[in-house]
């Protein structure tokens, strides 16, 4: 059975820090993987989807990291700004391609001013 | 824009009382899912949808029920049945997997819906 874990499950730093976000998964056997932005009573920005043959995206500040292999992704973001608070989530879609999508808890991020 | 548009926002429902929440998209996705959100926890499947006039049950699907007469269309009705409702609900869309040469996948979430009961 797939399970996603994200750690840490909330951080703190101040503005203009890099910082790494860990999301790690069970079954290697994945279709993609997305990070997704959530603000307070809101719904989930995608940020970036990784498909299961590629190791990375870029997108501005954000890069993420696919490692199949070690059932492990990154979500790294550059100068954090206090505009980057919000919960990050990653979500891995099962290998089959099917519909089922399994979410981790999501780290709470807040960057200080 | 294209979107998903889920209404209302919040809503407030009685003991024994049946809610609808409405979801509507406009991205010609094949693909509807509603999500259910608590707090510390992941995302849980309610229903999924794959095409017009099919749907099928996610992992928790008990005291709710779905219909999907429209392509741009998944409502999702809270029964009475459903003994701990209060939630944060989420629809999403994707397009569909067995039609597009270079399916992404990717999904697609609309701004959610607070449901609270009295």
């Known amino acids: 059975k797939q399970e996603v874990t994200q750690i840490p499950a909330a951080l703190s730093v101040p503005e203009g820090e890099n910082l790494v976000l860990n999301c790690s998964f069970t079954?290697?056997?994945?279709?993609?993987l997305q990070w997704f932005r959530q603000d307070p009573g809101k719904g989930l920005t995608s940020l970036l989807l990784?498909?299961?043959?590629?190791r990375e995206q870029t997108s501005g500040r954000l890069n993420a990291s696919l490692d199949k292999s070690s059932g492990r992704s990154t979500l790294y973001i550059a100068a954090s700004q206090p505009g980057d608070s919000a919960t990050y989530l990653c979500?891995?879609?099962?290998?089959?391609?099917?519909?089922?999508?399994?979410f981790g808890a999501g780290t709470r991020l807040f960057v200080k001013a | 824009d294209g979107g998903i548009t889920q209404s209302p926002k919040y809503l407030f429902r009685k003991e024994g009382q049946n809610v609808t929440l409405s979801c509507e998209q406009n991205l010609n996705h094949d693909a509807m899912y509603w999500y259910r959100q608590d707090p510390g926890q992941g995302l849980r499947l309610i229903y999924y949808?794959?095409?017009?006039?099919?749907?099928q049950k996610g992992d928790i699907a008990e005291g709710y029920s779905v219909s999907r007469e429209k392509k741009e269309s998944f409502p999702l009705t809270v029964t009475s049945a459903q003994k701990n409702p209060t939630a944060f609900y989420l629809c999403?869309?994707?397009?569909?997997?067995?039609?597009?040469?270079?399916?992404?996948?990717?999904?697609?979430f609309g701004e959610g819906s607070r449901l609270t009961v009295l």
């Open positions: 999403a869309s994707s397009p569909g997997l067995v039609k597009a040469r270079k399916n992404t996948g990717e999904l697609f």
């Open positions: 990784i498909q299961s043959s590629q």
């Open positions: 079954d290697s056997a994945i279709y993609n």
């Open positions: 949808s794959q095409i017009v006039n099919d749907f």
């Open positions: 979500a891995v879609r099962l290998g089959t391609g099917g519909f089922k999508t399994i």
